[in-house]
């Protein structure tokens, strides 16, 4: 397989409102930035990969039709991806399949969301339910992370304080992260006294909504030695789809509903690839899509940071701390700028 | 190589305007599991799922959600393009390309019946500049006609006489959406929807899906009874604002035919191809496409449509399954032209079928007035 490599990164500082630019101009802060970082101009980029969640938060059918000339992709061969909450990682996927396929030797990744414009950003999200069964139940993406949250508390013992501390971690990092949205120091007993969403989640365990953009530009091997001296290189990838059914996630005999187990799937698929066999050891940083605490926590089970079941310990052990040995998400992560990640 | 890869399983459902016994994911599971059965293989064999679908034409948001395991995607590597089905196509091409697996399903839906193609398509339009002149899909569709008309002369008659080639192309297809010819008379006096197209120039809205096996594995593709192999794909993209662009031709098309074009070595492709399903959404594209294709010079699409070469008797076969024209599933139409293409390859067809066809090509776009094409060319 060809190698592909990342030269050229570029984000917007999150908020709750980009009242400044409209949704193009949004992504073309971005991908100018990316373009910047990685010193070639548009015109060295061969085709370009748009990712975007929902069309109802921005409310404009194919957002990317709209961005088309924002993101300069005048000419060029351009297509969008929309897979929801992994919109911006398999979006980059995506630009990953072009440059590996030898088709492309510069691609323009870009994903923007710009959540803002919707009044209500989980009365958008209760529409990707079954729209029969189960969209009339009132669920939204926070009581289905409530419900992984309570199970996990139930199989492995998992505590609140112990999801409250991912929060304090990740609320800590983003102080130094000039684009992470929140950008406020929270303590043990503000997480736990701070509303209840869907009890066991509390706010400050869950993601605000952002509005946002982030680029990258990715690289063939060849021309990504002469754009960089030292490119990114990505040396695995792996992506699983889990039966949408949450009921029927409870049938796998492999794994638990509290296991989330498409993080364990699609690891392995990745590490595979990079061959990494012990990555506690071989990881040195992550950066991990959590918009809830108890999903950041699962993950470094299903990611093999520590043996099932053993998160919470993870966790108070501070391993995934700015200072601990496998630092998680020092950006702040999703907790403190969401969505367009 | 893009000639290591092979569409050995086609599963094209039939149109209709409102699919009301069956729910969208049943459609999805009918059409999936029957280009599986066509390419004789299991889901096992698959790894790879890519998806093209719209979530406001869906009207689930993230539709791949609920949806995807209808499409086999249960616990595989499953990604869905937010485009036409075409475009889902070449991303499960350049997953395949690049090794990272081996043989993908591409499926594409649209139960127009559930929405309003006309109210999702205006949101299409800039909210603050656009929307609010009431600017339109098919709007858009009649001022590219009008610019076309105001360069190279009326064509109405030639527009009208695709309708009523590709509706009796369609009248031939048991699967089509409608299925009555027309006459010119009957297009002619149409009711006008936007100045200059009127009733029957423009699409239906239909239900439908189409599911496609794609491979590389080899030993597949030589126990598959008629593999269709892609020769080219080619995909590009024109500006948003219908001001900014050159709205007498479609040069998006012609980009992403002639990248199409290179990869299948065709120079002349008006010799070379020997039938092509067009995204004819309305009678005037079509027209357009042909010149956009280099099928004809710019401007001399009126001429090559009146000339008859495109007809089911013709040197070129456009829209031998009726087209757009005759069954619109909108958000997979794109993949039904590579779907409908393959049946005419492997002369499968349920409607009119050619003889002697190696060489094939297919058309979808995205986007208000074509602003994003893509061209597959396709041979056995």
């Known amino acids: 397989m060809r190698q592909v490599a990342i030269v050229g990164v570029g984000q917007t500082k999150y908020v709750t409102k980009r009242k400044d630019v409209s949704v193009p101009e949004l992504a073309w802060e971005a991908s100018s930035q990316a373009l910047k970082s990685s010193g070639i101009s548009i015109d060295e980029i061969d085709a370009i990969v748009f990712g975007s969640a929902p069309d109802a938060f921005e409310g404009v059918n194919s957002p990317d039709l709209w961005c088309a000339t924002a993101v300069g992709a005048f000419k060029k061969p351009y297509l969008r991806i929309n897979t929801g909450g992994t919109t911006g990682g398999t979006a980059a996927l995506a630009g990953f399949s072009h440059i590996a396929s030898g088709m492309f030797d510069t691609v323009l990744v870009v994903a923007v969301q710009r959540v803002g414009e919707s009044p209500d950003a989980q009365r958008i999200l209760n529409t990707i339910w079954d729209p029969v069964y189960e969209k009339d139940l009132a669920l939204n993406i926070i009581t289905t992370g409530a419900f992984v949250a309570v199970r996990q508390m139930e199989l492995f013992g998992i505590t609140e304080e112990q999801l409250a501390k991912i929060s304090v971690k990740n609320h800590k990092n983003a102080m130094k992260n000039p684009y992470a949205h929140l950008q406020f120091e929270v303590t043990l007993e503000d997480v736990l006294t701070s509303r209840v969403l869907c009890w066991p989640l509390k706010l400050l365990d869950v993601c605000p909504r952002s509005d946002g953009a982030c680029a990258v530009i990715m690289a063939s091997e060849k021309k990504a030695r002469k754009i960089k001296s030292k490119p990114a290189w990505i040396l695995g ?37 990079a061959g990494i066999n012990n990555p506690r050891k071989e990881i040195d940083v992550a950066e991990v899509y959590a918009p809830f605490t108890n999903l950041e926590l699962s993950s470094y089970e299903g990611l093999g940071f520590c043996d099932r079941g053993k998160g919470g310990e993870f966790v108070d052990q501070g391993i995934a701390d700015i200072t601990g040995d496998l630092p998680v998400n020092p950006s702040g992560g999703v907790q403190t700028a969401a969505l367009s990640r | 190589m893009i000639s290591d890869l092979a569409i050995t399983g086609v ?16 459609m999805i599971f009918g059409a999936t599991k029957s280009a ?3 390419a004789g293989i299991d889901r096992d064999v698959i790894d790879s799922v890519v998806l093209g679908a719209s979530d406001l034409m869906d009207g689930i948001s993230i ?15 499953e990604i869905k393009v937010a485009d036409d089905g075409i475009f889902a196509l070449i991303l499960a091409g350049l997953r395949l390309l690049s090794n990272e697996f081996k043989t993908s399903l591409v499926v594409s839906w649209c139960k127009s019946s559930q929405t309003s193609l006309d109210v999702v398509t205006r949101l299409n339009f800039d909210p603050c500049y656009t929307r609010p002149i009431g600017l339109s899909m098919w709007a858009a569709h009649a001022l590219q006609a009008c610019r076309y008309q105001a360069i190279y002369g009326n064509i109405e008659k030639a527009a009208a006489g695709i309708v009523v080639k590709n509706r009796s192309h369609g009248k031939a297809n048991p699967v089509a959406h409608l299925r009555a010819a027309v006459d010119m008379k009957t297009v002619l006096e149409g009711r006008t929807i936007c100045t200059p197209l009127k009733a029957l120039d423009i699409a239906p809205s239909s239900d439908g899906v189409c599911a496609l096996v794609l491979t590389r594995d080899r030993k597949l593709i030589s126990h598959s009874k008629q593999p269709v192999f892609v020769k080219g794909i080619g995909w590009s993209t024109s500006g948003y604002d219908l001001g900014d662009r050159d709205l007498s031709r479609l040069l998006s098309l012609h980009e992403a035919a002639n990248m199409a074009y290179r990869q299948a070595n065709i120079k002349k492709p008006f ?91 297919a058309h979808g776009e995205s986007g208000f007035a074509g602003q994003k094409n893509a061209v597959i060319i396709l041979g056995v």
């Not at chain 1, 009921?247 to 989330?260: A, C, I, K, N, Y």
């Open chain 2, 36 to 38: 599986l059965n066509s």
């Open chain 2, 11 to 26: 599963g094209v459902s039939d149109c209709v305007e409102k699919k009301g016994e069956l729910t969208l994911a049943e």
């Open chain 1, 237 to 273: 990838v792996g992506s699983i789809t889990d039966t949408y059914g949450l009921g029927d996630r409870w049938v796998d005999p492999t794994f638990d509903f509290g296991d989330v187990a498409v993080h364990y799937r699609s690891a392995k698929k990745a590490y595979r690839m």
């Open chain 2, 63 to 77: 539709s791949s959600m609920v949806l995807a395991c209808a499409a086999g995607a249960y616990l595989k590597d």
């Open chain 2, 271 to 361: 010799n070379e191809i020997d039938l092509a399903e067009i995204y004819d959404v309305t009678s005037y594209h079509e027209i357009m496409a042909y010149e956009a294709l280099g099928l004809c010079p710019w401007g001399g699409g009126r001429d090559f449509a009146e000339s008859g070469e495109t007809k089911y008797d013709g040197h070129l076969p456009v829209n031998l399954s009726g087209g757009l024209l005759s069954s619109n599933p909108w958000s997979a139409a794109g993949l039904f032209r590579v779907g409908e293409a393959c049946l005419q390859l492997t002369k499968s067809s349920r409607g009119l079928q050619i003889s002697k066809a190696k060489t094939a090509l």
